[in-house]
């Protein structure tokens, strides 16, 4: 397993595991690496989260936090809704409903 597959994997321990995906729907995981910063993105149900969420972006930056961003994918087009810096491992749950309506876990 690569740096950036540990990164994603961490990420997604951190927003509760096999419980964040049945609890959210969320599917396609693929982890990138984009110019050193690692991270994890997936897709949600469209039409299943707040401004129609279905594209989310966890980014681990330089500074040991996370970019966060949250897409709407209608079509062709890709609109970014809404985008969070200096995300903390404890605050990506809360963020992740906050910005949904999406709960992680009962």
């Known amino acids: 397993m690569n740096y950036s597959e540990q990164v994603a994997q961490i990420i997604l321990e951190q927003l509760g595991g096999k419980r964040f ?13 984009d110019e050193g910063e690692s991270g994890l993105c997936f897709r949600l149900p469209s039409h299943f989260a707040i ?11 330089f ?16 609109a970014q809704i809404s985008e969070h810096e200096g ?20």
């Open 87 to 106: 995300i903390y491992c404890d605050q990506l749950q809360w963020l992740f409903t906050r910005e949904t309506g999406l709960y992680t876990r009962l």
């Open 51 to 61: 401004n129609n969420i279905n594209i989310v972006r966890i980014k681990l930056t």
């Open 21 to 33: 995906i049945a609890m959210t729907g969320a599917s396609n995981l693929a982890y990138f690496d």
């Open 63 to 78: 500074a040991d936090d996370y970019t966060v961003t949250f897409y709407s994918k209608q079509g062709s087009r890709i």
